[in-house]
């Protein structure tokens, strides 16, 4: 007999054990063709970790470029085919991923937000977020199946939505941070009426807060 073990109820307890960290690493999406699948995903450009085969079963894993998570498709499939939607892909410009999916002959939607956002509420509108406001903005697409993707832009993240410092993980997200930087010290400098020959602290400044979701320097 298996025993899962509950959370103490006892006060002292959290201040000697740290919780667990718990990762969510892969994910599971239902196809009906895993050959059809795995190409389709490989035409995103997204990184082949695995496709493992014994008998009429068969497994197959993909990454998306800077992403800590991954999904799992296979034979036999889990679930009705197309029936997983609303799946996520968190980009730092949205443009940029639009036109990338075009390219790679991917049929996805124009730039939208909601009425209400950042929450999905309101209704959809099209065009990007007012102001192009973090979380705000959104593209969709699907798989060969069916299956729903989410493209959202995210600049700015939430007070506290980022542990561990400030990490990039790729090339290109470090390079629209320091675009981004760039930018808005741009109109600090305008507000001193001089040059800031301490830009590089600013810019350090900014990426931090910029991630980590809290106050932005003026």
Do not use: C
């Not at 054990?17 to 795995?38: C, M, N």
């Not at 036109?99 to 124009?110: A, P, Q, T, W």
């Not at 065009?127 to 593209?139: E, H, I, L, N, W």
């Not at 697409?141 to 790729?170: C, H, I």
């Amino acid at each position: 007999m298996t025993s899962i073990a509950m959370p103490s109820t006892d006060a002292t307890a959290g201040s000697s054990v740290g919780q667990v960290d718990l990762k969510l690493e892969v994910i599971t999406i239902p196809v009906s063709d895993v050959d059809r699948a795995k190409e389709f995903y490989g035409g995103l450009g997204w990184r082949l970790d695995a496709d493992f085969s014994d008998g009429d079963e068969r497994a197959v894993q993909f990454t998306p470029p800077g992403s800590q998570g991954s999904i799992h498709f296979g034979k036999p499939s889990q679930g009705a085919p197309g029936s997983a939607q609303g799946m996520f892909l968190v980009v730092s410009d949205i443009q940029a991923a639009r036109d990338d999916l075009l390219r790679r002959g991917v049929e996805v939607s124009e730039v939208f937000h909601f009425a209400k956002g950042p929450a999905p509420f309101g209704g959809f509108v099209g065009g990007p977020a007012p102001d192009r406001g973090s979380y705000g903005s959104y593209a969709a697409f699907k798989d060969s199946d069916g299956n729903g993707w989410l493209l959202q832009e995210v600049t700015t993240r939430f007070p506290g939505r980022v542990a561990g410092g400030t990490t990039y993980p790729s090339a290109y997200d470090l390079a629209q941070a320091l675009r981004r930087a760039e930018a808005a010290h741009g109109e600090h400098e305008k507000r001193l009426g001089q040059r800031d020959a301490d830009w590089p602290s600013w810019y350090a400044a900014y990426m931090v807060a910029e991630q980590a979701g809290t106050e932005l320097p003026a």
